[in-house]
């Protein structure tokens, strides 16, 4: 069908016509979100549309999708996932949308669309109404007055699942009615301008001279917040301007100035004869940054570890408890030293655990244990508490197999993550 309609020639005006109804079947091939775990199948359906006006149209679709379940050895773990034993499914789809076209009145009309729906799933998808909003891209291309080529792509988001599935399809239109767009007149050309009756021609005037301009600067290169001299001098001139900050001068003199950045000044003299210009660049650089002292020995290593990244503390906690035990008091020193050090460090103590218990009660233990850090860190050290956030993670981001003994001890622990602003 597509290779006939292609040999049909344009014997008319070809465009989106106000009023006009269109009518396109297509089909093309439809892509599942990967969840859905189904196979990407063809799709076909038909369109029916009405052009309110030459760039706005509304459309109802139609659509079928037969699709198979893409891996049968998936359990099914979710609403919207298809799995063994279902084998075939088959999918209806209505849609109403708006289009709005761009170049209407051309061969080709690219176009946008948007709309709403609803489809169904056999066997169903889950126990909800399935709402869809699809937009997407296109083109017409037409081939006769009321004859077009179109191609399609649409992304399909079903709001209930959250999935995304896209349909990319090539179909054939065919208009009916409606009233093309009414074509500019035609203004007649103007009518000739008069020809002029020739003037007498008389001796030109005497040529005055032409002014000069010359601008110099001393020193060129300053360091900022320091001070600079521009000399100028113009012949033949009536008015000097310098700029920027300066305006107007005499034709003859000498400014300070004191640029904030590197400043190109334009000096114009103008006169009888014409304009002259001359310009100077005053390039203005920052005095050398000074060098910062160096850090004490403790403060350097503290920063070594601590300064903006993770540190695991090497401390341990007793069965199911968060309290913390003298002999790490030394090891917990060592951040509230560095915290002392920098009066500006903001950041983090993490609680982990190791898998043994449940998820609800690994995450209140780590919570604790990375709270009972903070607290004994702020008062023992009188560090301001809203310096420190707490958080704990339970058993969510092991660094190690919980399956060991050695790898649930290195999963339970307390890490610093601090900002050296």
């Keep these: 069908m597509l290779a006939s309609v292609l040999l049909l020639p344009l014997t008319a005006r070809a465009e989106i016509k106000a009023g006009s109804v269109e009518v396109t079947p297509f089909a093309g091939y439809n892509f599942f979100e990967e969840r ?27 659509d079928f999708i037969k699709s198979y379940v893409d891996d049968k050895s998936l ?23 708006l289009l709005y076209h761009f170049m209407p009145e051309s061969v080709f009309n690219p176009y ?42 649409r992304d399909n988001m079903i709001f209930d699942e959250h999935i995304h599935n896209v349909a990319t399809t090539l179909g054939v239109v065919f208009a009916f009615g409606g009233k093309s767009a ?34 110099t600067v001393s020193p060129a290169t300053v360091t900022k917040g320091e001070s600079a001299i521009i000399n100028w001098k113009s012949e033949n001139a009536t008015g000097c301007e310098i700029q920027p900050a300066v305006g107007l001068v005499p034709p003859t003199g000498v400014r300070t ?7 190109s000044y334009n000096l114009s003299c103008s006169g009888a004869g014409g304009t002259a210009t001359s310009t100077v660049v005053v390039s203005v650089v920052l005095p050398p940054t000074p060098v ?44 509230g030293d560095f915290l002392m050090y920098f009066p500006n460090a903001k950041g983090e103590i993490a609680g982990y655990t190791d898998s043994t218990a449940s998820n609800a009660h690994n995450q209140k233990l780590s919570e604790r ?13 009188k560090i301001n508490p809203g310096r420190i956030t707490t958080k704990g993670y339970g058993e969510t981001k092991p660094i190690a197999s919980n399956k060991t003994k050695a790898g649930r001890a290195k999963n339970r622990r307390i890490v610093a993550n601090f900002t050296c602003d």
């Design 369 to 381: 244990r990375a709270e009972s850090v903070a607290k004994y860190i702020s008062t023992t050290f």
């Design 257 to 263: 100035i004191t640029p904030a950045s590197s400043t």
């Design 75 to 97: 359990p099914r773990t979710r609403q919207g996932q298809f799995a063994d034993p279902t084998s075939s499914v088959f999918i209806t789809q209505y849609n109403l949308d």
């Design 292 to 335: 910062p002292a160096p850090l004490p020995p403790k403060a350097a290593a503290a920063a070594k570890r601590f300064c903006s990244k993770p540190a695991v503390l090497a401390i341990n906690f007793d069965s199911d408890k968060s309290d913390i035990k003298p002999e790490y008091h030394d090891e917990l020193k060592t951040l």
């Design 112 to 153: 946008v669309t948007a709309g709403y729906g609803i489809v169904h799933y056999t066997p169903k998808i889950n126990n909800k109404n399935l709402s869809v909003l699809d937009f997407g891209v296109g083109a017409k291309y037409w081939v006769a007055e009321n004859i077009a080529l179109r191609a399609d792509v």
């Design 182 to 215: 009414a074509a500019a007149p035609v203004e007649p050309p103007p009518a000739p301008a008069p020809v002029p009756a020739p003037k007498a021609v008389e001796p030109p005037p005497a040529t005055p001279a032409a002014p000069t301009a010359a601008l």
């Design 36 to 62: 859905q775990n189904l196979e990407n199948q063809p799709v076909f359906g038909g369109r029916l549309g009405y052009n309110i006006t030459n760039t706005l149209g509304i459309e109802g679709t139609w």
